[in-house]
């Protein structure tokens, strides 16, 4: 430690001489910043807990209750300079039973389905739906066929995600509303039920569930998802029998709202405590998988550039605060929370510690605070590629102009975009806004769905998404934005 | 077909008007030739029936010569304008029955070992060697011991791969060189075996093997490779008895060299059918695993670059050709083959059908023929980031200058450096060379390994290899080099 300070000492003084030597101060730090990502898998070890040992945890579930526990105790062990809960209603959803499903049919045969209700959707009730099914690729067709085709029927709505994109997001962007608004469609035209074929890039056994929306002027109906493969063989099966039936249920249960938490630690910076640089990912997942890619990993990361901070010995002149948001999937209560409370301590001019903050290291709350930049990672714990940027023009280049610095670990897109869900409503407050972005090839393979399990993550992939951030957290920190 | 004909006579007509309409009509054809590689799988079908049909395919072995069989019977169907066979012979080594290992110490106590032979490596005789074991982690360390110490007992080179770096391959070359020379140092000292920890970047419990190579000077010893796991614990049980001893059974077998093939298919250049522009992987692997990554992905890639040019109905100007390689593992001697006919044909002022032609569909040969590019996939089926490139500055910059065209679809990285061993013989042909860049962080896990299976591939990130290179392909066939 004692050398490092020397050297840091060392190198400020030389700085101000020498601008060419700042560059390769920057160089050296980075370069430090990944070889500490890659040689300490912290994250990796984290991430193994979180989702082996604690699993599913959808805001409102025990279980995220018990990962909000598991983020506190991880961030109080790393001796940090304050580690507090922050307070937010959440729903509370539960999938309840298995969900089950059958093909009913003479001419098609008989067949076992493997459906998953979708997020927020009502059950089908104790004895499920049996029906007629209605294949649609997408809402013209819907329109097309009328009340009186579709009234007393389940709707299938088997819209593949585009594989000719190689923007994955793309892809999904372009199926994910049938998901999203696919009931409350297929419900205006009288159908009982509404089945969606898994808005995802992969072929698989896998249902990938994720939040649906009902309307209030539309009859709520179930919703459930079938995998890609079934779906394409389901779309068979009507193809030789346009009159079968399917049978589903689902059992899933609306709980009271429940009390919740962001989990926040934070190192203080040595000049200028006020302004904040904050990164998060979000805690809450899908509980048919672990939510390891989405959204462990980012939780993981984030929380890891904390340790890299202590590990290398660097002391931030801004604070730099990881923030576990709750409720990432069903309705972003904890980011909403987090943009609220930030919001008002800029009205007020100063920083208010959230009341539950029972931090054993914390120190007096700082006037005037306000968050300088703010980074998400919700896009899995895969190789690195760069950032996207939501910030003025300005600001933009002026990461951009950072980018040779980063190239050397594989980042090489800095481009104007969005970030990330939870820190969004901090856009209005002005703070330029980061999301990482990482090869999004895999991604969708796994969302959502069983497959998103720790063992389909790799440790290097992982960890270098903690030096990314660790990176650019320490390039805003050194250069401001 | 006719409409894309007509459009290329209309973007003809429009480029020789107006330059930034080539940029534009490049940009089309580039996102023609990825959507075709993402949604035509054909890269993915032949890799899972190379992978499981066919399996371990080491030069020399029956199998090996199935999958010669097998590339000439895909690329036969592809109506190819010709497909050939190149002779090569290679050397034949066969592992024999499962190599066997234990550890034996009243103290550490008694624990199986899972070696793998190194290829190339004599067998242990069918007793076995048993035998004290002497741990070092480098050559220095073997000569400090020296001969009074090492001499009867087992060498067991212990070295890990840096984890800090990023580029995997730099950290597989700090320790790979202790596989390939490892027993000839240890044989130098009086050692009567020598074991090293597997050269990869992974921490698992597969034994990776790889090439490795005797001296004329030094007593040839037997060489076997143990996991990274494996290595730590023997270690920790050399920790607590020093004096511990380890058996160890290997019944490889030298045969002699045998008869194998390069397989070739071409589509011939419509206005310069003498140039050509050769794109290759190599059909053989080591034998433990399936040779996924190394290299059936390389050479699905590579074939099916010709079937998205007839997908497409783009005629390409310079003949443009795959090259299925024999024998990258141990002697390279297709590579050389495919060198040495290369030059022949260059000195000779024309191109002669190997003597094994058989080609349905063969043309006459071309007179004058030389190579105006090479390009190797030999790094895994996993995302590309661009282009190695072994060539002139002038050349390196003309590629560059294409970056703009390729950025879209994550290809970045255009540097000057190393292309691909099997392609190497074509450098002092002043043919400038390319290897295919791609993610490197997971390549170590399966390299050389039972790890190396189909099922460890995704396919959109092989089929984006398949894109990246048919692209290449594209702009070097249309605007030279």
């Known amino acids: 430690m004692k050398k490092l300070?020397?050297?840091?000492?060392?190198?400020?003084?030389?700085?101000?001489?020498?601008?060419?030597?700042?560059?390769?101060?920057?160089?050296?730090?980075?370069?430090?910043?990944?070889a500490d990502a890659l040689t300490h898998p912290d994250s990796y070890k984290n991430l193994e807990y979180l989702c082996t040992k604690i699993g599913g945890r959808l805001a409102g579930t025990p279980?995220?209750?018990?990962?909000?526990?598991?983020?506190?105790?991880?961030?109080?062990?790393?001796?940090?300079?304050?580690?507090?809960?922050?307070?937010?209603?959440?729903?509370?959803?539960?999938?309840?039973?298995?969900?089950?499903?059958?093909?009913?049919?003479?001419?098609?045969?008989?067949?076992?389905?493997?459906?998953s209700a979708l997020g927020g959707s009502i059950s089908t009730g104790e004895k499920g739906i049996t029906a007629k099914v209605i294949e649609v690729k997408d809402y013209d067709e819907l329109k097309k066929l009328g009340k009186e085709k579709i009234t007393g029927k389940i709707v299938f709505i088997n819209h593949p995600a585009d594989p000719a994109l190689f923007n994955t997001f793309?892809?999904?962007?372009?199926?994910?509303?049938?998901?999203?608004?696919?009931?409350?469609?297929?419900a205006y035209y009288g159908a009982i039920a509404m089945i969606d074929r898994s808005a995802t890039t992969a072929h698989d056994e896998y249902p990938h569930t994720g939040i649906m929306h009902y309307a209030d002027t539309v009859k709520k109906i179930p919703a459930l998802s079938l995998s890609t493969n079934e779906s394409d063989r389901l779309s068979q099966w009507l193809k030789s029998d346009p009159e079968l039936s399917i049978f589903i249920k689902s059992s899933s249960i609306e709980h009271p709202a429940s009390v919740s938490y962001n989990v926040i630690g934070e190192i203080r910076g040595t000049e200028h405590p006020e302004e904040i640089i904050?990164?998060?990912?979000?805690?809450?997942?899908?509980?048919?998988?672990?939510?390891?890619?989405?959204?462990?990993?980012?939780?993981?990361?984030?929380?890891?550039i904390?340790?890299?901070?202590?590990?290398?010995?660097?002391?931030?002149?801004?604070?730099?605060?990881?923030v576990v948001f709750m409720d990432e999937e069903m309705e972003q209560k904890g980011g909403k929370a987090y943009a609220e409370a930030a919001k008002k301590m800029l009205?007020?001019?100063?920083?208010?510690?959230?009341?539950?903050?029972?931090?054993?290291?914390?120190?007096?709350?700082?006037?005037?605070s306000r968050h300088i930049a703010a980074i998400e990672a919700d896009r899995g714990g895969f190789t690195p590629w760069g950032f996207s940027i939501d910030a003025t023009d300005e600001q933009?280049?002026?990461?951009?102009?950072?980018?040779?610095?980063?190239?050397?670990?594989?980042?090489?897109m800095f481009e104007k975009g969005g970030?990330?869900?939870?820190?969004?409503?901090?856009?209005?407050?002005?703070?330029?806004?980061?999301?990482?972005?990482?090869?999004?090839?895999?991604?969708?393979?796994?969302?959502?769905?069983?497959?998103?399990?720790?063992?389909?993550?790799?440790?290097?992939?992982?960890?270098?998404?903690?030096?990314?951030m660790g990176a650019l957290v320490y390039l805003i920190d050194t250069y401001g934005l």
């Open 278 to 304: 904050a990164f998060g990912g979000h805690l809450d997942c899908w509980e048919t998988g672990q939510g390891a890619h989405d959204d462990g990993a980012g939780v993981v990361q984030t929380i890891d």
């Open 63 to 115: 279980s995220s209750l018990e990962a909000v526990k598991w983020s506190e105790k991880v961030l109080r062990e790393m001796n940090l300079d304050t580690v507090f809960l922050q307070e937010c209603k959440v729903r509370y959803w539960e999938r309840g039973e298995k969900e089950t499903g059958k093909v009913i049919s003479l001419k098609a045969g008989n067949h076992k389905l493997n459906p």
């Open 419 to 468: 970030s990330g869900v939870d820190i969004n409503g901090l856009k209005s407050q002005g703070v330029p806004l980061f999301g990482l972005v990482t090869d999004w090839q895999r991604y969708f393979d796994y969302h959502h769905s069983t497959n998103d399990s720790f063992d389909k993550v790799n440790i290097r992939e992982l960890q270098l998404g903690t030096g990314a």
């Open 170 to 186: 793309a892809a999904y962007g372009g199926v994910a509303g049938y998901r999203v608004r696919g009931a409350v469609q297929a």
């Open 306 to 322: 904390l340790r890299l901070y202590r590990s290398l010995g660097i002391r931030p002149k801004h604070t730099i605060r990881a």
């Open 5 to 34: 300070l020397l050297f840091s000492i060392l190198c400020s003084l030389s700085s101000i001489f020498n601008p060419a030597f700042t560059q390769k101060q920057d160089s050296i730090m980075i370069s430090r910043i990944f």
């Open 396 to 412: 933009v280049k002026k990461v951009q102009s950072w980018k040779n610095l980063m190239l050397p670990y594989g980042l090489y």
């Open 347 to 368: 009205d007020a001019g100063y920083w208010m510690l959230d009341k539950n903050d029972s931090a054993v290291n914390s120190r007096q709350s700082t006037v005037g």
